[in-house]
């Protein structure tokens, strides 16, 4: 904050010029500038001073501290005679470089000019006592004569050329040290770019024969999806006929079975059933991957697809160690595709009962910032971190890993990535074997 003045003078005269450089200089010293700050105030003061007293102003000067922020010296020199703010501004451009800030405020009352310095941290603090001390000793100060300013202003010249002449030195040595280094570095750059020049031929080379595979890839990829569409389609009817055929002979309106012939038709539709389960789940997952799927935005009541997915996934947890839980929903609706959301967490939760043995198979919903989380959380045997990638590959599946009911095609995780991907979300793992798995679906509230 401000405090009471350091010390005061009236310059009336060119005399009183030198003395207040004098004073300025030495009022910086005891508050703590260093030596170049000290000259540099103290020949502000003397310009601005002589500006004055060539106006024909008395100008009162006044020096104060302020520990505001940072500790700094403030310096005001006030006359009474307005309308020179102007003049003032345009002549102290070159003064203003020498201090930190510097106002000249024009007024009915007269004209000031205001001069700050900030103070370096390594000064001593501006405690009371401190600053009794330095008006203490600045109310002893004995102003030299004219002579005595003009030698120290010549010792500070001499040191400041000393200065400059080391500066000047330094300058022309590392002058030197650059032309040698110079010369190195075009004698590298020259090397660098022969190497450059031949490796940027080996990389346009790479980049045509990458550009090459990219176009095989990208025809053997349609090619694939084209395959399992079609493939797919033509296997669905007979597959469906087999269940039908075997439905019917099974039927008690038909000639009664041995039981032998029972088992082995059941046998027949058992795996007519895998096989079009496998068959529908590549065609699903070759109109993904073919971008044949385009989801259609609602307002999706969470509440009524928890319902559902209770419902239908209930009689597949047949197994008494293994607790189905379908926790009430936390957050109420979420913009989205109904369809794809129930068919991405109902093929993670069927995923779930398959491998879980004992424990439980727990979905829930919670709002995470501008997302919204699905958390299906089982007490199965776990996937080791280093296959946690590989899970979402087709028909890829854990080495040892064995469904407990049902049958494993390894196209179910897949598949939902790929329809979390088109719901514009994001499908993560955290497993461990022996620790269960936790599979989180993060889609936005407004895609």
Do not use: C
């Amino acid at each position: 904050m401000k405090r009471e003045p350091l010390t005061r003078m009236r310059i009336r005269s060119e005399q009183d010029v030198f003395t207040v450089r004098q004073l300025g200089r030495e009022v910086a010293r005891a508050v703590g500038l260093e030596s170049q700050d000290q000259t540099r105030l103290a020949t502000a003061l003397s310009e601005v001073g002589r500006l004055l007293v060539a106006a024909g102003h008395e100008t009162d000067v006044a020096f104060t501290t302020t520990t505001i922020g940072v500790p700094t010296l403030l310096v005001e020199m006030a006359h009474p005679v307005s309308g020179d703010g102007d003049r003032l501004r345009l002549e102290l451009t070159q003064v203003s470089r020498l201090v930190d800030t510097l106002e000249v405020g024009d007024g009915e009352t007269g004209t000031v000019v205001r001069m700050s310095r900030r103070l370096p941290p390594s000064s001593p603090a501006l405690t009371p006592g401190r600053m009794d001390e330095i008006r203490d000793r600045l109310s002893g100060h004995v102003p030299g004569t004219p002579l005595d300013e003009l030698t120290v202003q010549n010792q500070q010249l001499i040191a400041a050329l000393d200065e400059v002449r080391a500066q000047r030195d330094d300058l022309a040595r590392l002058n030197a040290e650059l032309e040698e280094t110079n010369r190195g570095v075009m004698a590298l750059y020259h090397q660098l770019s022969d190497e450059l020049e031949e490796t940027n031929r080996g990389v346009v080379a790479l980049y045509a024969e990458l550009d090459e595979k990219s176009v095989q890839l990208r025809a053997a990829s349609e090619a694939k999806s084209r395959f399992l569409a079609n493939v797919s389609h033509e296997l669905r009817a007979p597959v469906t006929a087999i269940i039908g055929l075997g439905r019917l002979l099974t039927d008690e309106a038909s000639d009664k079975l041995t039981e032998e012939q029972s088992r082995q038709v059941e046998l027949i539709r058992a795996s007519a059933s895998d096989l079009l389960s496998l068959v529908n789940d590549l065609l699903d997952l070759a109109k993904a991957e073919a971008g044949r799927i385009e989801p259609e935005w609602s307002d999706v009541d969470l509440k009524a697809v928890f319902g559902q997915l209770r419902g239908t996934l209930r009689p597949l947890a047949t197994r008494p160690e293994v607790e189905f839980i379908v926790d009430e929903p936390a957050v109420p609706r979420l913009r989205s595709d109904e369809v794809l959301l129930a068919q991405i967490l109902r093929n993670l939760l069927t995923n779930a009962i398959k491998f879980t043995a004992e424990g439980s198979v727990r979905l829930s919903v919670a709002a995470v910032g501008d997302d919204v989380e699905f958390t299906v959380a089982d007490t199965g045997t776990g996937i080791p971190p280093d296959l946690h990638e590989r899970i979402f590959e087709e028909f890829y599946q854990v080495p040892g890993s064995q469904a407990l009911s049902g049958k494993g095609t390894g196209l179910g995780l897949p598949y939902a990535r790929r329809l979390v991907g088109i719901l514009g979300g994001a499908l993560r793992v955290s497993s461990a074997p022996g620790e269960g798995s936790t599979f989180v679906v993060s889609l936005p509230v407004s895609p």
